[in-house]
Nanobody, 115 residues
């Protein structure tokens, strides 16, 4: 059973940057794909972006140009670099991983963008 743990959430001012991490309890070489999502209070969970086993990335329009996904295969960790953050980016950020037919989720990390 795979376990995912997000970290790196914080309070940041508008225009600032954060890098979130998603550490897996097993080798991420095994994952078909991994993704980042977020959920703001009172809203549904929203797709941010994903990365396939081959390293191809895909982003939602709201993330394009500001957010980027990367991986360190040897640390079994996926990252979400977020730049030029806006108050509307405030949310709990989740990562997931697809392993066969199973999709595992982390517990989330809070990002608050406020002056």
């Amino acid at each position: 059973q795979v376990r995912l743990v997000e970290s790196g959430g914080d309070l940041v001012q508008p225009g600032g940057s954060l890098r979130l991490s998603c550490a897996a309890s097993m080798s991420i070489f095994s994952f078909k794909a991994q993704g980042w999502y977020r959920q703001a209070p009172g809203k549904e969970r929203e797709f941010i972006g994903s990365i396939t086993a081959g390293g191809s990335t895909n982003y939602a329009g709201s993330a394009e140009g500001r957010f980027s996904i990367s991986r360190d295969m040897y640390k079994n960790t996926m990252y979400l670099q977020m730049n030029n953050l806006k108050p509307e980016d405030t949310a709990v950020y989740y990562c997931n991983a697809a392993l066969g037919t199973v999709v595992a989720w982390g517990q989330g990390t809070q990002v608050t963008v406020s002056s």
